[in-house]
C-alpha cells in the first residue's frame, strides 16, 4: 500500500439501515483518493442493491464506493502476511488491473478500427464507438439483478467474465484481414462487442462488492484500504492498456498493415488473465446468497403507484400528498418514503446527460481529430489514440490537489461553493474545452482539402518539360499565368463543369507550339495535368489526385517515371514499386511518418540510392524521377496536400480543461447525490447514475447519424448544448432543498411513535370513562 495515499486521512461515513430497531454501522474512506472511487467507479461499476433486514444489515455507500456488511456467515478466511486483509482480496484486484486494462486498452484504438480497417466514414465511425460505450452503461443494470436476485455476485462474474472473454477473442479473430471478406469483420466485431459490452457492463456492480464482502464487519479500516487499492489497480489498468494498446496498434505491423489483431489480442490475453486470477481464488472467497434487488423493489413501488393513481382518477376519491403515496396499498411507509427521497435526486440528474455526451467524445471526435495534427514531441512521436491516456493522468493528479488545495482556498475566501455550484463549474469547463476544440479544428482546416460539392472539380498544372508552358481550358478563365518548369503549384485551382462529368479541350503553348488534348472530366474529383516532354515533342497526362489527407497521420506518396526505361523502387524494407517508363504515374502508397533516404531504384543499368526526405504526417507528395546522375537518381519532390502543421500538443488544454470538469462534476455529483439519499437507495442512485453516461452516448451517436455537419461546427453545437444545460441545471439547483436522510428518518419514527402515543392515550382515556 503506498504511504503516500494512505496519509490522506480517512474521513468517516455514518448510514443508517435497516427497520427498527435501528443500528448504525461506521465506514471510513479517503477524503481525496477515495472521491476517485466514486468517479471511476460511476464509469465501471453499478450500485450493490441494499436489503433491508433486522437480522442481515447492510450499509453501502455504492456499488463500487465501501460496503459494510454485518453477515451471519462465518468463514474462516486465510489471512496476508497476519495482517487482517484476506489473502482473497489479492485475486480480485489482480483481476480488476487485467480487466481494465482488457477494457480500456482495446476501446482506446476501437474509433481508428472502424475508420482504418473498415474504411467507414468518421461519422459512421463515431455513431458505432458511441452505441457500443451506451451499451456498456446500460448492462450493468442487468448485471446487478443476475446477481442480486438470482446468481450471486460470485457467479455472476464467472459466467459473465467467460461471455467477455468469448467477445474478446470473437473480436480479435475479426481484426485478421486475411479471415474473410469485409461483411465477416463486420459481423465478429459486431458480436464481439456486444459481448465485451454484456461482460464488462454486467461485472461492474459484482467485483468492488464482492471484495467487500471479504473482510469481516469489525475490520472496517482494512477495507477501506482495500477499496484505495482496488481503485488505484483500475487507475493502473486504464492509463498503461489507453498508452500501450495504441503503441501495439502502430507500431507493430502484421499482415502489411496496422496490427488491430494483435492490439485486440492483448486485451484478450489480459482478459483470460483476469479469469484466470478469479477462479484461482475460488477457494479462498467468502461467497454471500443472493438476497434480491432492491432496484427491482423500487421500479415496482413505482410502477404500482402510477397503476394505482390511473384507476383512482375519480374526484370523490381523497387526494394524497405525493403522488408515490398511492403505493401504500401495497408498500411500507418506509420504502414509500425513501423512494421519495431518490426521485428528488433523480429528477436532477436529467440534464446531466449532456455532459457524458461531450466527455465520451475524447475516445472518438478528439482522437480523429488527433488523426490531423503533428504528433512529433521530438523525442517521441505519439499515436493519435495515445492522447487519451492524459485523462486518467490528469484526474490522479487534480484531485489531491483540488481536494487539498483548490477547494480549501475558495473556503477561505468564503464563497460558498455547493455541490450544485461545482457540478455546474463543471460542465462550463467541459464546454469551453469544446470550444477550444473547435478553434482547433478550423485551424486544421486552414491544411485540408477544399470541400467537393457536385458539378466541381480540383486541377493543377505540373509542368516537368523544359520550358515555361501556357494551358488553356475550354471556356474556362483559369491559368493566367505561363506555368514554370518544375513550378510546385501553391494549390488548385476550381473547374466548374456543367455536368456530372464533361469532355474539356486542353491547349497548350510551347515555344510557339500550340498542341490540343481532350479530357473526360468528373465532378467531385482532384487532378493534375502532367505536361512533359517525349520522344521530342510536348505531351501530356490527366491524373487523379487524392480528394483527402491520408488517414491516421499517414504520409501518401506516388511516383511519376521521367526515365525512358521502367523503374522499381524500394522505399523501405517492405514496400516495393513498380513504374513504368515514359511519365507514368505509380498508384499512391501510405507510408509512416518518417526521412526516407535510404532507398533503392532498380533499372536495367543498375541499382541506385534513392532519397526522399522527410514524409510528413498527413501530406501528400508527387515525386518525379527526372534523370540519373553522379551515380545517383535525381528527383523532384511535389506537396500535393500540405501536412499537418497544427501540434497535437495544442489539445492539452482541452484536456486539462475536460478533466477538471470531470473531477468538479462526476466526484461531486456522485458525493452529493449519495448524500442525498437514504444507504439502502444508493444503489438505485448509481444504477440512475450510469445511465445518464448511457444516455449522453446515445444522445452522440443520433447527432452524428441524423445531424452530420462540419466538425467545428458540431462542437460549437455540443458547447451550446451543454451551456443551455448548465443554465437549466443550476435554476432546478436553486430551487433545490438539501435534506439529510438520516433526520427525514428520525422525524418519521418521531411521528408514528407519536401517533402510537396518541392512540394508546385515547385508548387509556376511554376505558377510565
Not at 256 to 267: H, M, S, T
Not at 740 to 747: A, F, Q, V
Request: hydrophobic residues 45%; glycine residues 6%.
Amino acid at each position: 500500500m503506498n504511504p503516500g495515499l494512505t496519509s490522506l486521512l480517512l474521513l468517516g461515513l455514518s448510514a443508517e439501515q435497516g427497520s427498527p430497531p435501528r443500528k448504525r454501522a461506521n465506514c471510513t474512506w479517503l477524503s481525496a483518493w477515495m472521491k476517485a472511487s466514486h468517479f471511476w467507479m460511476s464509469r465501471q461499476a453499478t450500485g450493490r442493491s441494499v436489503i433491508q433486514r433486522r437480522e442481515h444489515m447492510r450499509v453501502s455507500a455504492s456499488a463500487d464506493t465501501i460496503s459494510c456488511h454485518t453477515s451471519q456467515m462465518e468463514v474462516p478466511l486465510l489471512k496476508l502476511c497476519g495482517s487482517n486483509y484476506p489473502l482473497s482480496i489479492a485475486f480480485i484486484v489482480v483481476n480488476e488491473f487485467c480487466e481494465r486494462f482488457s477494457y480500456y486498452g482495446m476501446r482506446a484504438v476501437l474509433t481508428l478500427y472502424f475508420l482504418s480497417f473498415f474504411h467507414w466514414d468518421e461519422n459512421l465511425s463515431t455513431a458505432v464507438y458511441h452505441a457500443f460505450s451506451a451499451l456498456c452503461y446500460f448492462t450493468p443494470v442487468i448485471g446487478a439483478i443476475m446477481a442480486d436476485s438470482w446468481l450471486g455476485k460470485y457467479k455472476t462474474i464467472i459466467y459473465l467474465s467467460i461471455v467477455y472473454v468469448v467477445g474478446h477473442l470473437i473480436k480479435s479473430v475479426g481484426a485478421i484481414p486475411s479471415l474473410g471478406n469485409q461483411a465477416v469483420h463486420v459481423v465478429l466485431s459486431m458480436v464481439g462487442l456486444f459481448l465485451i459490452a454484456l461482460g464488462t457492463g454486467g461485472i461492474k456492480p459484482c467485483v468492488s462488492a464482492f471484495g467487500g464482502d471479504q473482510f469481516e464487519e469489525e475490520h472496517t479500516s482494512e477495507r477501506s484500504k482495500f477499496f484505495s487499492i482496488f481503485y488505484l489497480s483500475i487507475n493502473a489498468g486504464s492509463l498503461i492498456s489507453t498508452f500501450v494498446t495504441p503503441v501495439l496498434r502502430g507500431d507493430v505491423k502484421c499482415f502489411g498493415e496496422d496490427c488491430y489483431a494483435l492490439a485486440f489480442g492483448v486485451p484478450a490475453a489480459l482478459m483470460v488473465l483476469a479469469l484466470v486470477v478469479f477462479i484461482a481464488g475460488s477457494g479462498l472467497y467468502r461467497k454471500t446468497p443472493p438476497q434480491g434487488n432492491v432496484l427491482l423493489e423500487v421500479c415496482k413501488c413505482i410502477g404500482f403507484a402510477i397503476k394505482n393513481r390511473l384507476k383512482n382518477r375519480s374526484r370523490e376519491i381523497p387526494k394524497r400528498d405525493h403522488w408515490l403515496d398511492w403505493a401504500s396499498e401495497k408498500y411500507s411507509k418506509q420504502l414509500i418514503g425513501e423512494v421519495k427521497m431518490v426521485t428528488r435526486v433523480l429528477f436532477l440528474f436529467i440534464p446531466l446527460p449532456m455532459f457524458w455526451a461531450l466527455f465520451d467524445q475524447q475516445g472518438s471526435r478528439w482522437t480523429l481529430q488527433a488523426t490531423k495534427m503533428n504528433a512529433d514531441f521530438g523525442i517521441y512521436v505519439l499515436q493519435p489514440d495515445q492522447m487519451q491516456f492524459l485523462n486518467p493522468l490528469l484526474i490522479l493528479v487534480f484531485i489531491p490537489i483540488f481536494d487539498l488545495g483548490l477547494y480549501p482556498l475558495i473556503d477561505m475566501c468564503k464563497f460558498n461553493f455547493t455541490p450544485i455550484r461545482k457540478m455546474a463549474t463543471g460542465m462550463i469547463l467541459a464546454g469551453l474545452a469544446f470550444g477550444l476544440a473547435a478553434i482547433i479544428e478550423i485551424k486544421i482546416n486552414e491544411t485540408d482539402m477544399p470541400q467537393l460539392v457536385p458539378e466541381e472539380s480540383l486541377i493543377r498544372v505540373l509542368n516537368l518539360a523544359k520550358n515555361p508552358v501556357q494551358v488553356t481550358i475550354q471556356e474556362k478563365d483559369l491559368f493566367q499565368q505561363p506555368v514554370e518548369t518544375f513550378q510546385n503549384p501553391a494549390e488548385y485551382s476550381k473547374l466548374i463543369l456543367n455536368g456530372e462529368q464533361q469532355s474539356l479541350r486542353f491547349t497548350l503553348q510551347h515555344q510557339g507550339l500550340t498542341l490540343a488534348f481532350n479530357y473526360t472530366v468528373k465532378e467531385k474529383s482532384v487532378y493534375s495535368l502532367i505536361v512533359f516532354e517525349a520522344e521530342g515533342s510536348l505531351s501530356s497526362r490527366l491524373i487523379t489526385d487524392l480528394e483527402a489527407k491520408p488517414e491516421n497521420g499517414l504520409a501518401a506518396v506516388r511516383f511519376i517515371n521521367g526515365l525512358s526505361q521502367d523503374v522499381n523502387l524500394t522505399i523501405d524494407s517492405r514496400k516495393f514499386i513498380a513504374v513504368q517508363k515514359n511519365y507514368s504515374p505509380s498508384e499512391y502508397s501510405l507510408l509512416e511518418r518518417d526521412i526516407y533516404n535510404n532507398g533503392k531504384c532498380i533499372t536495367e543499368t543498375g541499382e541506385f540510392p534513392l532519397e526522399l526526405g522527410l514524409l510528413d504526417f498527413g501530406a501528400s507528395y508527387t515525386i518525379v524521377i527526372t534523370n540519373i546522375s553522379g551515380g545517383a537518381v535525381k528527383t523532384w519532390k511535389s506537396e500535393d496536400i500540405k501536412a499537418n502543421n497544427v501540434h497535437m500538443a495544442w489539445q492539452l488544454p482541452q484536456y486539462l480543461l475536460i478533466s477538471a470538469g470531470e473531477v468538479m462534476f462526476s466526484i461531486t455529483g456522485l458525493a452529493f447525490s449519495y448524500s442525498q439519499s437514504p444507504a439502502s437507495m444508493k444503489s438505485v442512485l448509481q444504477a440512475g447514475w450510469l445511465l445518464t453516461v448511457a444516455v449522453g452516448n446515445t444522445f452522440v451517436l443520433i447527432v452524428a447519424e441524423a445531424a452530420p455537419m462540419a466538425q467545428w461546427a458540431e462542437f460549437v453545437l455540443f458547447t451550446v448544448l451543454l451551456f443551455a444545460v448548465c443554465i437549466i441545471f443550476s435554476i432546478m439547483g436553486y430551487f433545490y432543498v438539501s435534506v439529510d436522510p438520516e433526520d427525514l428518518e428520525e422525524k418519521e419514527e418521531k411521528r408514528e411513535t407519536s401517533s402510537r402515543g396518541n392512540m394508546i392515550g385515547l385508548v387509556t382515556q376511554k376505558t377510565k370513562l
